[in-house]
């Protein structure tokens, strides 16, 4: 076998390294892969090269040449054998090495299935039941975010709470995006504790942060929104928002809030919101946990 060119150029001391991901459905798959498996080289600058839809032979043909133009390595993830067949050839003939990232779980799936797998690209985009739980859980994490319309706090997989600019939002329409409906609350000081938390049938969480790291985003807010919207902030004393007593205070005062109530905290200081997101299902799935067990008869 002939042996690989080394497609990597190097600038000064950076590693560029062109990287073509090559999907049938929307790439997304491949892009998530490429994220969690770039990251890990420090010296590389891995330029992602993005071909999705490629359900035809024209498509794939449009895809070879801009290999051949900034030639490197190929993930893929397509299903179709005849495209499979042509990617590998020009692969070969350009000298690149080719990786379809699914076909070792295909083959576990396959074995322990005793079936063959069904070679239907994009069949995981279905418009199933699990699609249509998705854009409720959207729609529902719009309808409910900031403490927005109370009464439907009842049908709440999860509540969030937290100060003002603790990830609350960005956090919801994550899990919207797993079917979980999530709705946020802000914990104010000097304001009654929301009442609509009384009487939910489901999680509730807090989200908390450093005193430091909640003024430094606040102040970026504040620098986002320019005068006009620092107005309305100022209404609620501007001072205090970024003053770092008051934060400091307004901070420990909600994670005695939450104390108090008995909500369990997430500190996402350095936590990234697919991080914080993973820690908010794990919380769920023991809290239904501990409900079954508290109704089911005793053994």
């Not at 076998?1 to 001391?13: S, V």
């Not at 892009?31 to 032979?57: D, P």
């Not at 104390?259 to 991080?275: K, L, N």
Request: aromatic letters at 4%.
């Amino acid at each position: 076998m002939a042996r690989r060119a080394n497609l990597a150029i190097i600038t000064g001391m950076e590693t560029r390294i062109n990287l073509h991901l090559i999907s049938d459905a929307t790439g997304e798959t491949l892009t998530k892969i490429a994220l969690a498996t770039t990251v890990q080289f420090e010296h590389a600058k891995v330029v992602n090269h993005r071909w999705s839809l490629i359900r035809s032979r024209r498509q794939l043909d449009s895809v070879i040449e801009g290999i051949e133009h900034e030639p490197g390595p190929v993930l893929s993830t397509l299903l179709d054998p005849a495209l499979r067949t042509e990617l590998e050839t020009a692969c070969r003939r350009l000298n690149v090495r080719v990786v379809h990232v699914l076909d070792p779980v295909l083959e576990v799936l396959q074995e322990s299935a005793g079936e063959k797998a069904a070679a239907r690209p994009g069949r995981q985009y279905a418009l199933n039941d699990e699609y249509f739980r998705r854009i409720d859980a959207m729609h529902y994490v719009m309808s409910h975010d900031d403490g927005q319309a109370a009464p439907g706090l009842a049908v709440a997989d999860v509540v969030l709470v937290g100060v003002s600019r603790s990830s609350k939002t960005p956090t919801c329409f994550y899990l919207a995006n797993r079917g979980i409906k999530a709705a946020n609350i802000p914990l104010v000081p000097n304001l009654p504790e929301p009442e609509g938390l009384k009487d939910v049938n489901c999680p509730v969480i807090g989200l908390t942060l450093t005193p430091e790291t909640l003024i430094e985003i606040r102040r970026h807010r504040l620098r986002l929104i320019g005068a006009d919207g620092a107005a309305g902030i100022s209404q609620r004393n501007s001072t205090d928002y970024v003053d770092d007593e008051a934060v400091k205070a307004e901070v420990l005062w909600a994670r005695r809030l939450c104390a108090r109530r008995g909500w369990p905290m997430i500190d996402v200081t350095r936590r990234s919101i697919e991080e914080t997101a993973a820690t908010i299902v794990h919380l769920m799935e023991a809290w239904h946990e501990r409900k079954a067990k508290a109704v089911s008869p005793a053994g």
